[in-house]
């Protein structure tokens, strides 16, 4: 017999795999393997990315029209509803606050269920992105009207609760659900030669990667900005006469560093832009498993530019995979990455600052030891983020909700 039965609302579940997705994924198995029952109300596509866990109650949608490949729900059908009620869930999950989000936190509230919100992305900074930035206002006060009707609001990071704070989400309602990682995955030890020969790259050439999915919103047009300079100035530098390395523990800062190697992966609308930008990278697309943890770990430097993350879970997989991580300070990356300590955090107002953050990047590719002293620190880091740990504390959350209700 199920322990109890929680109904989960998304906007994305399986139709496109993001953050949010796998996210949702592996909580839902987590549910499952404590004999927890689940129904899922999420859109659907005729052919999902995802071949995802538990039962999903399909919700009528449309694509968006900006980002025709995410779909919006129309809200909670007549069959949904009656799927629902069938249910008859102890509580209720929310994912997203849309149509289907509003018209689950009513039913909630009619039959008496805790609400869970859970809070996975930043939507406000998506919007100057795709020319709709007028929207600010309205979509910041329905997000606010929503999560203050939620009995509790579940946030990654502490900064990210911050910011919600800031926006009027009341305090009271605010928590935390951070996120785990899979640190046998994961891992240093997934470094090996074999992967280089497989994508012809040199042993001794730096690589600085960039993971996710190729869309605006991850800055992906500053991340060619940033390479493109990059690989001029190491360029002038190979090309200018050598000279002695200054420090004797950098023995390949000068005299024996060869060349960069820029990896991209992940597959999304900005690929052929960014291809277009930036020639000299090489598009690996999607990796999964295995692939992405060798990705990860035959990397020197990740290099991640993009501010609209709520939590980073590729930060955290770069970190846990022993690499030295470069990224933007949002209020995801910045809560797990400490500036000079376990990465470099770039400011807000110098990430358009070219000169300056190449700067900082050649530093590190020149340097192999502040390298390793960072990927040391983050790899200690990322070993404090145990995934089953954070999700039974969450787990125990949900069902302190419901004796509580």
Same mark, same amino acid.
């Given at each position: 017999?199920?322990?109890?039965?929680?109904?989960l609302? @998304?906007?994305?579940?399986?139709?496109?795999?993001?953050?949010?997705?796998?996210?949702?994924?592996?909580? #839902?198995q987590f549910?499952?393997?404590?004999? #927890?029952?689940?129904?899922?109300?999420?859109?659907?596509?005729?052919?999902?990315?995802?071949?995802?866990?538990?039962?999903?109650?399909?919700?009528?949608?449309f694509?968006?029209?900006?980002?025709p490949? /995410?779909?919006?729900?129309?809200?909670?059908?007549?069959?949904?509803?009656?799927?629902?009620?069938?249910?008859?869930?102890?509580?209720?999950?929310?994912?997203?606050?849309?149509?289907?989000?509003?018209?689950?936190?009513?039913?909630?509230?009619?039959?008496?269920?805790?609400?869970?919100?859970?809070y996975?992305?930043?939507?406000?900074s998506?919007?100057?992105?795709?020319g709709?930035?007028?929207?600010?206002?309205?979509?910041?006060?329905?997000?606010?009207?929503?999560?203050?009707?939620?009995?509790?609001?579940? #946030?990654?990071?502490?900064?990210?609760?911050? &910011?919600?704070?800031?926006q009027?989400?009341?305090?009271?309602?605010l928590?935390?659900?951070?996120?785990?990682?899979?640190?046998?995955?994961?891992?240093?030890t997934?470094?090996?030669?074999?992967?280089?020969k497989?994508?012809?790259?040199?042993?001794?050439s730096?690589?600085?990667? /960039?993971?996710?999915? !190729?869309?605006?919103?991850?800055?992906?047009?500053l991340?060619?900005?940033? $390479?493109?300079?990059?690989?001029?100035?190491?360029?002038?530098? !190979?090309?200018?006469?050598?000279?002695?390395?200054s420090?004797?523990?950098?023995? @390949?800062?000068?005299n024996?560093?060869? &060349? $960069?190697?820029?990896?991209?992966?992940?597959?999304?609308?900005?690929?052929?832009? $960014?291809?277009?930008?930036?020639?000299?990278?090489?598009?690996?697309?999607?990796?999964?498993?295995?692939?992405?943890?060798?990705?990860?770990?035959?990397?020197?430097?990740?290099?991640?530019?993009?501010?609209?993350e709520?939590?980073?879970?590729?930060?955290?997989?770069? $970190?846990?995979s022993?690499?030295?991580?470069?990224?933007?300070?949002?209020?995801?990356?910045?809560?797990l990455? &400490?500036?000079?300590?376990?990465?470099r955090?770039?400011?807000?107002d110098?990430l358009?600052?070219?000169?300056? #953050?190449?700067?900082?990047l050649?530093?590190?590719?020149?340097?192999?030891?502040?390298r &390793?002293?960072?990927?040391?620190?983050?790899?200690?880091?990322?070993r404090?983020?145990?995934?089953?740990?954070?999700?039974?504390?969450?787990?125990?959350e949900?069902?302190?909700?419901i004796?509580?209700?």
């Amino acid at each position: 017999m199920p322990t109890f039965k929680v109904a989960l609302a @998304t906007g994305n579940y399986h139709h496109i795999r993001d953050g949010v997705s796998i996210t949702l994924n592996r909580w #839902v198995q987590f549910l499952l393997d404590q004999d #927890v029952d689940v129904r899922i109300f999420a859109p659907t596509v005729k052919a999902p990315q995802m071949d995802a866990p538990g039962t999903l109650i399909p919700v009528r949608s449309f694509p968006i029209p900006f980002r025709p490949e /995410y779909r919006l729900s129309t809200g909670l059908s007549r069959e949904a509803k009656h799927e629902l009620e069938a249910f008859d869930p102890d509580i209720i999950q929310i994912a997203t606050p849309d149509r289907l989000g509003f018209d689950m936190l009513s039913w909630a509230k009619h039959h008496k269920k805790p609400v869970a919100a859970t809070y996975h992305t930043n939507f406000v900074s998506y919007l100057s992105y795709y020319g709709v930035h007028w929207l600010t206002k309205w979509v910041q006060k329905t997000s606010n009207d929503f999560y203050n009707q939620c009995d509790r609001v579940f #946030v990654p990071t502490q900064s990210m609760q911050d &910011e919600l704070r800031r926006q009027g989400v009341d305090p009271h309602r605010l928590a935390r659900w951070s996120r785990g990682v899979d640190t046998t995955l994961f891992s240093p030890t997934k470094r090996n030669s074999t992967w280089r020969k497989k994508h012809k790259i040199p042993e001794d050439s730096v690589v600085c990667t /960039y993971v996710s999915r !190729l869309v605006a919103e991850k800055n992906t047009a500053l991340f060619c900005e940033w $390479m493109n300079h990059l690989e001029q100035r190491l360029k002038s530098r !190979l090309n200018s006469p050598k000279h002695e390395p200054s420090n004797a523990d950098d023995a @390949t800062t000068t005299n024996e560093f060869t &060349e $960069m190697t820029i990896c991209v992966v992940g597959e999304g609308p900005t690929q052929e832009a $960014m291809r277009q930008a930036c020639p000299n990278a090489r598009f690996l697309g999607t990796c999964l498993g295995e692939d992405l943890a060798e990705a990860y770990a035959n990397s020197d430097l990740f290099v991640f530019p993009s501010i609209s993350e709520t939590f980073g879970n590729v930060t955290l997989e770069a $970190m846990a995979s022993g690499v030295a991580v470069v990224v933007a300070d949002s209020p995801g990356s910045s809560s797990l990455v &400490e500036d000079q300590v376990s990465g470099r955090v770039i400011p807000a107002d110098y990430l358009h600052n070219v000169e300056w #953050v190449t700067t900082m990047l050649e530093d590190l590719v020149m340097h192999p030891s502040k390298r &390793e002293a960072l990927s040391a620190a983050a790899l200690t880091k990322a070993r404090t983020f145990d995934s089953n740990s954070i999700q039974q504390e969450f787990l125990n959350e949900l069902t302190d909700m419901i004796s509580n209700a």
